[in-house]
T-cell receptor, first 112, second 114 residues
Framework: RKEVEQDPGPFNVPEGATVAFNCTYS??????FFWYRQDCRKEPKLLMS???SGNEDGRFTAQLNRASQYISLLIRDSKLSDSATYLC?????????????FGTGTRLKVLA | NAGVTQTPKFRVLKTGQSMTLLCAQD?????MYWYRQDPGMGLRLIHY???????AKGEVPDGYNVSRLKKQNFLLGLESAAPSQTSVYFC?????????????FGDGTRLSIL
């Protein structure tokens, strides 16, 4: 089982729709979590951190479920400009060393 | 605000040639990373460094060497380039792991090996 898993998609949604992605992780000792956005042929950019109590940044909401070991990203009122690949990142403690682990990403296409 | 700067941005090599990719960061970060990303795939960690003078192997280190002689610079070397090393290479830096800080990426080096 991969340490961090994401549905690769693509998720094709109409403009204005609400869409949600999940990311599961295998290490229960995972410490910190992030969502990054990557546009085609560009570098990943930090979208938002994920806090235990959940957090919101405009149209974006991130949630953490430690019991089921997954994080989620909800995008409301999708815009064409939201089309990108969304990467989840998990920082885990393994054999006394912190590891920064990227998921392979979920591709989102917002259609006009 | 420079952040993380990678040079060169594009390069074409012939099989067997050598080259060095440079990553420079101006944020006084301890941790630096080199990743490769192939079309339609995720990031794969090549090597990383947890501080000046230290380096460690990542997931796919074969065919690459690295050096971190200065805190702000992390060099990735290809001693004898192979077509399988055609990829986009990203460098990233981070202040520290235990505090849960995000990684900051450079804008990538697109490398083609013919």
């Amino acid at each position: 089982r991969k340490e961090v898993e994401q549905d690769p998609g693509p998720f094709n949604v109409p403009e204005g729709a609400t869409v949600a992605f999940n990311c599961t992780y295998s290490n229960s000792a995972s410490q910190s979590f992030f969502w990054y956005r990557q546009d085609c042929r560009k570098e990943p950019k930090l979208l938002m951190s994920v806090y235990s109590s959940g957090n919101e940044d405009g149209r974006f909401t991130a949630q953490l479920n430690r019991a089921s070991q997954y994080i989620s990203l909800l995008i409301r009122d999708s815009k064409l400009s939201d089309s990108a690949t969304y990467l989840c990142v998990v920082i885990s403690l393994t054999s006394g060393t912190y590891k920064y682990i990227f998921g392979t990403g979920t591709r989102l296409k917002v259609l006009a | 605000n420079a952040g993380v700067t990678q040079t060169p941005k594009f390069r074409v090599l012939k099989t067997g040639q050598s080259m060095t990719l440079l990553c420079a960061q101006d944020m006084n970060h301890e941790y630096m990373y080199w990743y490769r990303q192939d079309p339609g795939m995720g990031l794969r960690l090549i090597h990383y460094s947890v501080g000046e003078g230290t380096t460690a192997k990542g997931e796919v280190p074969d065919g690459y060497n690295v050096s971190r002689l200065k805190k702000q610079n992390f060099l990735l070397g290809l001693e004898s380039a192979a077509p399988s090393q055609t990829s986009v290479y990203f460098c990233a830096s981070m202040g520290g792991l235990s505090s849960g800080q995000p990684q900051h990426f450079g804008d990538g080096t697109r490398l083609s090996i013919l």
